[in-house]
């Protein structure tokens, strides 16, 4: 299982709805939304540990 960094999902990377490859590592996300949100500002939600 992967999270969704926007919202803080638990997402199964065979069902995720949108993924997104970013610096090399793959992102899943629940909705197309949340990885538009992410495609803006990826440093937002990878900053924050
Ligand atoms: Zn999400």
Redesign the pocket.
């Known amino acids: 299982m992967a999270k969704?960094p926007?919202?803080?999902?638990t997402?199964d990377e065979k069902q995720a709805v949108a993924t997104y490859v970013y610096k090399g590592a793959t992102y899943y996300?629940?909705?197309p939304?949340?990885?538009a949100?992410f495609k803006k500002s990826p440093e937002q939600y990878l900053g924050k540990k």
């Open positions: 969704d926007v919202c803080g999902m997402v996300f629940c909705h939304g949340c990885k949100q």
